[in-house]
């Protein structure tokens, strides 16, 4: 099954920084996701963009989406201690619709800020 | 809103015993489910999705006799591991989708680690 990739697969930054994590996916996409995870935690929905979007912001998160190059990144601001995590992308196929759509996630980038 | 709750957090047992871990949706009606299967530093790999009222649809390499689903009501789905052994040692996450939610945003329980001795 498809399987993104994300780099890097580790990040360390100061507090502050800005972090960036890019992520590539395989095959058409109908939108593309972005989840947080705590160590040993579930996890936590951040960001949607759809296919025929090309960039979304929420509070300090910045998502950009190339279709052509099947690749996105997200994009943390101003990053706090608090954002030390793992961050994973997901994809949802094109041509899939209802209940049953299924995620295929990223290997994951973890992110560590430091004070 | 859209909370999921997994029970047990973790759970310890003997090789060749069963266990039954819960997803429920506590404040939507979840007509879809989803299990994952997450190994220490590693992504999420989705086993299998549940549908109320259904057979669940097992992902290709996932023993379905092996991990059984299911999902009788709208806040319910259990994945039971059977006669599990050592190597079934992981962390389970399920999550729910609340059908009234555009656009697939699935919610998270926090997550099942199971340790087999």
């Known amino acids: 099954s498809q399987q993104g990739e994300e780099d890097p697969q580790a990040l360390s930054i100061q507090e502050g920084e800005n972090a960036t994590m890019n992520c590539s996916y395989k095959?058409?996409?109908?939108?593309l996701q972005w989840y947080r995870q705590n160590s040993g935690r579930g996890l936590v929905h951040l960001i949607l963009?759809?296919?025929?979007?090309r960039e979304k912001h929420s509070g300090r998160l910045r998502v950009t989406l190339d279709t052509s190059k099947k690749s996105s990144s997200l994009l943390i601001t101003a990053s706090r201690a608090a954002d030390t995590a793992s961050y994973f992308c997901?994809?949802?196929?094109?041509?899939?619709?209802?209940?049953?759509?299924?995620?295929?996630f990223g290997t994951g980038t973890q992110l560590k800020v430091e004070l | 809103g859209a909370v999921v709750s997994q029970h047990p957090s973790w759970v310890i047992c003997k090789s060749g015993t069963s266990v039954k871990i819960e997803c429920r949706s506590l404040?939507?009606?979840?007509?879809?489910m989803f299990w994952y299967r997450q190994f220490p530093k590693q992504s999420l790999m989705l086993m299998a999705t549940?549908?109320?009222?259904?057979?669940?649809?097992?992902e290709q390499g996932v023993e379905k006799d092996k991990f059984l689903i299911n999902h009788a009501s709208l806040t319910l789905s259990t994945l039971t591991v059977t006669s599990a052994h050592p190597e079934d040692s992981s962390f389970y996450i399920c999550?729910?989708?609340?059908?009234?939610?555009?656009?697939?945003?699935?919610?998270f329980g926090p997550g099942t680690r199971l340790t087999v001795l």
């Open positions: 963009i759809r296919s025929n979007e």
């Open positions: 997901a994809t949802v196929k094109t041509g899939v619709t209802g209940g049953g759509n299924k995620l295929t």
């Open positions: 549940s549908n109320e009222g259904s057979k669940a649809t097992y």
């Open positions: 095959t058409s996409i109908n939108n």
């Open positions: 999550s729910a989708r609340d059908w009234q939610v555009p656009y697939n945003e699935q919610f």
């Open positions: 404040d939507f009606q979840a007509t879809t």
